[in-house]
């Protein structure tokens, strides 16, 4: 028989009902001290308000916001477990944890390399007995055209941005989805938002990265994990440094422009991270966001402004860009927050 609506409010009514009830049994169904724990929000689940007692696993902790999201975690009473290819930073990153009152576990791993991935839950459980909170931040890029970028930089990229990110993720959901709340904290960049020539690699993993935790955000939403994507704009970092630019491509100009800086790979890096904001302030708004269980984390109010760019103007964004960059990089919060060891 077909649906009779008389007016546009009984047709929202007709097709809430079904939603707006299975959403009450849901809730009714949860213990008031599970209710206690929800916070409303567009797409439902817990909400982690507190960090104290928690896991935390973060890969990339040798360096810029990865570092910086391990000294929070620490000062906020989670144990963490601190993860990075390069074995040097991450002793540094120990170093300046164990200031801290909590447990701390550094494991060098290749993000890149699946089969180092899929032992480490077990590295972790096997310490610390459970996993609250994973941040799959470990980054890297290649700047350089696709053209002339060999496979080999290409799958460098893949690997260690999308592949790492995927693969650290169905290896810890199982001990995630045992935590009464858990949350799963993914960085893509405003580089999953808007594209700019020379990072044809990098836009493919971030691109991908925002869709993958898009969708978990849907598949896990009123569950006990909650998924965030978080989107920096331009933080001051050791990203360049830690990059690589194709050994294809000998336009040394070509290679500056990917970035909007110039100069040898060394002088780049340190603009880039003079310029940017403070890693440590990236840090503490990706944990805010997770704290008021924001699904997509924007870091920056360039990052803020270009996702508007793009919504504006998706296919011209780019000719906005030199508007708002130059002032916005004056304006930028350089520096560190205060009462951190660094
Ligand atoms: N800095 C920015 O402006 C910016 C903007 C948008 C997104 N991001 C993203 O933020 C994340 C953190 O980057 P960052 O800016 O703090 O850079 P960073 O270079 O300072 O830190 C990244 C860390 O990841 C580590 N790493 C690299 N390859 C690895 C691998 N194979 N296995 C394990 N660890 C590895 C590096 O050694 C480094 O310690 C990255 O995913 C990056 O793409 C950065």
Same mark, same amino acid.
């Given at each position: 028989?077909?649906?009779?609506?008389?007016?546009?409010?009984?047709?929202?009514?007709?097709?809430?009902?079904?939603?707006?009830?299975?959403?009450?049994?849901?809730?009714?169904?949860?213990?008031?001290?599970?209710?206690?724990?929800?916070?409303?929000?567009?797409?439902?689940?817990?909400?982690?308000?507190?960090?104290?007692?928690?896991?935390?696993?973060?890969?990339?902790?040798?360096?810029?916001?990865?570092?910086?999201?391990?000294?929070?975690?620490?000062?906020?009473?989670?144990?963490?477990?601190?993860?990075?290819?390069?074995?040097?930073?991450?002793?540094?990153?120990?170093?300046?944890?164990?200031?801290?009152?909590?447990?701390?576990?550094?494991?060098?791993?290749?993000?890149?390399?699946?089969?180092?991935?899929?032992?480490?839950?077990?590295?972790?459980?096997?310490?610390?007995?459970?996993?609250?909170?994973?941040?799959?931040?470990?980054?890297?890029?290649?700047?350089?055209?696709?053209?002339?970028?060999?496979?080999?930089?290409?799958?460098?990229?893949?690997?260690?941005?999308?592949?790492?990110?995927?693969?650290?993720?169905?290896?810890?959901?199982?001990?995630?989805?045992?935590?009464?709340?858990?949350?799963?904290?993914?960085?893509?960049?405003?580089?999953?938002?808007?594209?700019?020539?020379?990072?044809?690699?990098?836009?493919?993993? @971030?691109?991908?990265? $925002?869709?993958?935790?898009? &969708? *978990?955000?849907?598949?896990?939403? %009123?569950?006990?994990?909650? =998924?965030?994507?978080?989107?920096?704009?331009?933080?001051?970092?050791?990203?360049?440094?830690?990059?690589?630019?194709?050994?294809?491509?000998?336009?040394?100009?070509?290679?500056?422009?990917?970035?909007?800086?110039?100069?040898?790979?060394?002088?780049?890096?340190?603009?880039?991270?003079?310029?940017?904001?403070?890693?440590?302030?990236?840090?503490?708004?990706?944990?805010?966001?997770? @704290?008021?269980?924001? $699904?997509?984390?924007?870091? &920056? *109010?360039?990052?803020?402004?270009? %996702?508007?760019?793009?919504? =504006?103007?998706?296919?011209?964004?780019?000719?906005?860009?030199?508007?708002?960059?130059?002032?916005?990089?004056?304006?930028?919060?350089?520096?560190?927050?205060?009462?951190?060891?660094?």
């Amino acid at each position: 028989m077909p649906i009779q609506l008389r007016n546009a409010a009984d047709g929202i009514a007709h097709f809430t009902k079904p939603f707006c009830s299975s959403r009450l049994a849901y809730w009714e169904a949860l213990a008031p001290h599970q209710q206690m724990r929800f916070t409303a929000n567009s797409i439902g689940g817990v909400v982690m308000k507190d960090f104290a007692q928690k896991v935390a696993v973060i890969t990339g902790a040798g360096s810029g916001m990865g570092r910086y999201l391990a000294l929070l975690l620490a000062r906020a009473g989670a144990d963490v477990v601190i993860c990075d290819v390069n074995s040097d930073t991450l002793k540094e990153t120990e170093r300046l944890v164990q200031g801290y009152n909590v447990a701390v576990t550094a494991i060098t791993i290749d993000m890149g390399d699946k089969s180092q991935v899929e032992s480490l839950p077990e590295q972790v459980i096997a310490k610390h007995g459970k996993v609250d909170l994973l941040f799959n931040n470990a980054g890297v890029t290649v700047g350089a055209d696709f053209e002339t970028m060999s496979e080999k930089d290409w799958d460098w990229v893949m690997d260690i941005n999308l592949h790492g990110v995927v693969n650290a993720t169905r290896a810890f959901l199982p001990y995630l989805r045992q935590q009464p709340e858990a949350a799963l904290v993914n960085t893509s960049s405003i580089f999953g938002m808007i594209a700019v020539a020379k990072q044809s690699v990098y836009h493919a993993t @971030k691109f991908a990265v $925002r869709g993958f935790t898009e &969708g *978990l955000a849907r598949e896990f939403k %009123d569950t006990n994990l909650s =998924v965030h994507c978080v989107h920096p704009g331009h933080i001051g970092t050791n990203i360049v440094a830690n990059s690589r630019f194709s050994e294809n491509d000998p336009d040394i100009d070509a290679k500056a422009g990917a970035l909007g800086l110039s100069g040898s790979q060394t002088e780049m890096a340190d603009l880039f991270r003079h310029h940017g904001m403070h890693p440590s302030r990236a840090a503490k708004i990706i944990l805010d966001g997770v @704290k008021s269980n924001r $699904r997509r984390i924007f870091v &920056g *109010l360039d990052a803020k402004l270009l %996702d508007l760019a793009q919504r =504006v103007t998706p296919m011209h964004y780019d000719k906005l860009m030199p508007l708002f960059m130059v002032p916005l990089t004056l304006l930028r919060n350089k520096k560190p927050l205060k009462d951190l060891p660094i």
